[in-house]
């Protein structure tokens, strides 16, 4: 089982300052198997990025993932109001698809 | 695209089943794969099972935690996948998502989600 460990875990920002999340994995994940979604209070999560670089359908250039083995990073590059959220990374390189615990992304 | 919709949950005794179902409105619902992820009280997200389409050859798996307890299955004719939970629990109280699972650059993960049933195993 690849395990995901996410940091930090809560990241105190100001709109328009840049964020910068991290993901680290247990073992390497082939194909840069790994996905980040985003989640707010009480909503379903969305997919942001796949593929550890890709932007899924209508997400906003402001977002970006890389990384590669076992280090993958999301990066906003200028926060709006409406990301702050919490994040996940996931694998999808085999079973069990695990989760990271999530980084909180709060407003300072 | 698919627009999934939950149901099936509720209070349930410890050591008791539910059935959840999870409806696509999506028109190629036989084609995709699907999954759940729960999500337990202010905690984050677990996987726990998933169902490829029968072209891909219905393969199923399941997570450590619910394996031999969880059965996930599919109606492609009523565009349905379910989840039926056996000997619950009461650590398998979460908030249950369905998810459609989109090509994910060569892989597959969730790319539609629905807006999850919530299940409670409590005495």
């Known amino acids: 089982e690849i395990l995901l460990t996410q940091s930090p875990g809560t990241l105190s920002l100001s709109p328009g300052e840049r964020a910068t999340l991290s993901c680290r994995a247990s073992q390497s994940v082939s194909s840069s198997y790994v996905a980040w979604y985003q989640q707010k209070p009480g909503q379903a999560p969305r997919l942001l990025i796949y593929?550890?670089?890709s932007r899924a359908t209508g997400i906003p250039d402001r977002f970006s993932g890389s990384g590669s083995g076992t280090d993958f990073t999301l990066t906003i590059s200028r926060l709006e109001p409406e990301d702050f959220a919490v994040y996940y990374c996931?694998?999808?390189?085999?079973?069990?698809?695990?989760f990271g615990p999530g980084t909180k992304v709060d407003i300072k | 695209e698919a627009q999934l919709v939950e149901s099936g949950g509720g209070l349930v005794k410890p050591g008791g089943s539910l059935r959840l179902s999870c409806v696509d409105s999506g028109v190629t619902f036989n084609r995709a794969w699907m999954s759940w992820v729960r999500q337990a009280p202010g905690k984050g997200l677990e996987w726990i099972a998933r169902i490829k389409s029968k072209i891909d050859g219905g393969t199923i798996e399941y997570a450590a935690p619910v394996k031999g307890r969880f059965t996930i299955s599919r109606d492609d004719s009523e565009n349905k996948v379910y989840l039926q939970m056996n000997s619950l629990k009461i650590e398998d109280t979460a908030l249950y998502y369905c998810?459609?699972?989109?090509?994910?650059?060569?892989?597959?993960?969730?790319?539609?989600w629905g807006q999850g049933t919530l299940v409670t195993v409590s005495s």
């Open positions: 996931q694998q999808y390189t085999g079973s069990p698809f695990t």
């Open positions: 998810t459609s699972e989109i090509n994910c650059g060569g892989g597959s993960c969730p790319g539609y």
């Open positions: 593929g550890a670089s």
